[in-house]
């Protein structure tokens, strides 16, 4: 269990998906879910930095869980999703500033994200926002993209939510980069 949050968290800190206290993974145990703490820092998770908690109910772990916990709740009321993973992919927070959607155009992105909606267009995001909507957008695909914030992913593994993330994240460089060459074009 610990080995995965690790690959996972050590695999999203060493490509420069978060910093070196952002983003949050979890995983649904039942009516439960073991999520990172508060402030973890995922490119080194310790045994100390997961916490079980309620899906619907608190206990006395559960001030100490991340700070996206309401947002992980929501996700496993509404999705049959086993496994989340947020986080702040550079291309992709970029792109959520100019797209209402982002739709990857080379051949992994399309196969795999095909779509992934931007929510919080002209809101400024905080920790836990938007729960009901990211939950909502999740039942439809398996990436949503929150304007000046990050990504959420989900799947039946860690490691399959991470795959998204990083997929995705390569498409956003992609279009990125694209628009760069479209610009030296037109000049
Ligand atoms: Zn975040």
């Known amino acids: 269990m610990l080995a995965q949050f690790q690959r996972v968290g050590s695999g999203l800190f060493a490509q420069g998906f978060v910093s070196s206290q952002s983003g949050n993974l979890s995983i649904r145990q039942e ?12 490119g080194s998770i310790g045994e100390r930095d997961l916490v079980e908690t309620g899906i619907a109910k608190n206990n006395r772990a559960t001030p100490l ?9 929501c996700i496993y ?52 926002d938007f729960g009901e909507e990211i939950a909502e957008a999740l039942r439809r695909c398996k990436v949503v ?6 990504t959420f992913a989900i799947g039946q593994l860690l490691e399959e939510a991470y795959y998204y993330t990083t997929a995705f994240e390569q498409s956003c460089r992609i279009l990125y980069l694209l628009k760069g060459l479209m610009v030296d074009l037109q000049s």
């Open 31 to 42: 009516n439960h879910l073991l999520i990172t703490q508060r402030h973890c820092a995922l």
């Open 65 to 73: 869980a991340s700070t996206e916990l309401a947002v992980h709740r």
């Open 77 to 128: 009321r509404k999705t049959p999703a086993l496994a989340v993973v947020h986080a702040h992919p550079p291309y992709a927070v970029a792109l959520s500033f100019m797209e209402r959607q982002v739709i990857p155009c080379d051949m992994e992105g399309r196969s795999v994200v095909a779509k992934v909606v931007v929510l919080g267009k002209g809101m400024t995001a905080r920790a836990g």
């Open 145 to 150: 993209l929150v304007e000046g914030h990050g």
